[in-house]
């Protein structure tokens, strides 16, 4: 099946640097990529989608200037969370969508685990 | 707006246990529901899915059907396994690789 990984699994940062993660479509191409977020207990809240070649869509509430998106192919986009700080500390997970024909999945990446001290 | 509830974890069952997880919806229009697994160190996997009112998604032995008059999509299983310990999700949307809303999870935990 389709599979999305990424990178890294896990990162400590300190307060005020900046972070990427990367999520990668290994066996297909992605049009679009979905970014979410999930606090512990809680459900996974949309950020943004982000399309292969434009700038991202981004929800309510969510800082653009603060997560910068950038799908620059159609196997890579990349979240960078700009100086970040310990609220921002979350779990951050990426989905990649299949479209064509009478298909339209998403499959998710396994999530990056970020800890902000 | 839209929204999902899930029933809180975590859920601990021993082997051969029936699962139910509930879950009810709020939404407009006419939404497909979804449920979704995770699994220790792995990305979300659709579980099952429903289209529309009294569909019911089925796979592995887990079902779910799309009740309207009631807007809950419950999951169930008549008999876990160890194997079957993980996250659940439950979530909607207009289309499978579109925007997804979720719940907040269910942890199972099954026992041997």
């Known amino acids: 099946g389709a599979v999305v990984s990424q990178h890294p699994s896990w990162v400590i940062c300190k307060s005020g640097t900046s972070v990427k993660i990367e999520c990668r479509s290994l066996?297909?191409?992605?049009?679009?990529m979905f970014w979410y977020r999930q606090f512990p207990k809680q459900s996974l809240m949309l950020m943004a989608t982000?399309?292969?070649?434009?700038?991202?869509?981004?929800e309510q509430g969510v800082e653009k200037d603060k997560f910068l998106i950038n799908h620059a192919s159609l196997t890579l986009s990349t979240l960078t969370v700009t100086s970040a700080h310990p609220e921002d500390s979350s779990f951050y997970i990426c989905?990649?969508?299949?479209?064509?024909?009478?298909?339209?999945?998403?499959?998710f990446g396994p999530g990056t685990r970020l800890t902000v001290l | 707006g839209n929204s999902v509830t899930q029933m809180e974890g975590p859920v601990t069952l021993s082997e051969e246990a029936f699962l139910t997880i509930n879950c009810t919806y709020t939404a407009t229009g006419y939404p497909s529901l979804f449920w979704y697994v995770q699994y220790p160190g792995e990305g979300l996997q659709l579980l099952l899915k429903a289209t529309k009112a009294d569909d019911k998604g089925s796979n592995k032995g887990f079902e779910a059907t799309y009740r309207k008059e009631t807007t809950s999509f419950h999951l169930e299983k008549g008999s876990v396994q160890v194997s079957d310990s993980a996250v659940y999700f439950c979530?909607?949307?207009?289309?499978?690789?579109?925007?997804?809303?979720f719940g907040q999870g269910t942890e199972l935990s099954v026992k041997p």
């Open positions: 989905s990649a969508r299949i479209e064509g024909g009478r298909t339209d999945t998403q499959y």
């Open positions: 066996d297909f191409q992605a049009t679009t």
């Open positions: 979530a909607l949307g207009y289309n499978q690789g579109g925007k997804l809303i």
């Open positions: 982000s399309n292969e070649g434009s700038k991202a869509t981004y």
